[in-house]
């Protein structure tokens, strides 16, 4: 399959990888048809994280389920599914907490917790600037999209990481109808 494939600083390439596949019974395989070029990828892409070389792009992500594991029950193959940035396994205190940002299963780092695809110090999971994503525990990690997801699939995959952000900071920011705002910064966020 190809990838967008970190090569350095400022430099990416779309290269050969290996194919995603189901490695555990509770992974989806998704055809990836959207991703988005989030603006933290801009730090691993400028060299200001220890993103690894040869490690590929992609936490925006959505597409068609193709594959399923043996321990998968909600998502079928055909389903249209976006793919939230974090990997989270569902189980955990702190996902059960709903602080699935915080997995203490998904990351293999005693010291660390949290976990994304294809985002620096943030476990081993591929990017989704590829052809194949592989989905750990994908029941609790696919969003199934309506009918209308093909056709707008290039809306949906907001759902990924830019519009739930831009709504967890006026959640967090107490904004409500009427208030006026002020906002620093650039992009959809």
């Known amino acids: 399959m190809k990838a ?3 090569e350095g600083p400022r430099q990416v390439s779309v290269k050969d990888v290996p194919d995603a596949k189901i490695e555990r019974p509770t992974d989806v395989l998704v055809r990836i048809t959207s991703a988005n ?7 691993m892409y400028e060299g200001r994280t220890d993103f ?8 925006e992500n959505l597409g068609q389920v193709v594959e399923v594991g043996a321990g998968v029950d909600k998502v079928q193959v055909g389903d249209w599914v976006v793919l939230p940035f974090n990997v989270s396994c569902g189980h ?9 940002n915080y997995c203490l299963t998904a990351q293999p780092e005693p010291n660390m917790a949290g976990a994304a695809y ?11 600037q590829a052809d194949l994503l ?6 609790f990690n696919c969003l199934r999209l309506g009918e ?10 907001m759902l ?3 519009f739930p952000t831009g709504y967890h900071a006026t959640e967090m920011a107490g904004v409500q109808p009427g208030d006026q705002t002020v906002i620093y910064g650039a992009g959809p966020v």
């Open 4 to 6: 967008v494939v970190y």
């Open 37 to 43: 070029i989030c603006g933290s990828d801009l730090h």
């Open 52 to 59: 690894e070389t040869g490690r590929w792009f992609g936490h």
């Open 92 to 100: 955990c205190k702190n996902c059960e907490r709903q602080l699935t």
């Open 118 to 128: 294809g985002f620096a110090d943030m476990g081993p999971y591929a990017g989704g």
């Open 134 to 139: 592989r989905v750990p525990w994908g029941d």
């Open 148 to 157: 209308d997801a093909e056709q707008r699939q290039t809306d949906y995959v």
């Open 160 to 162: 990924a990481d830019i």
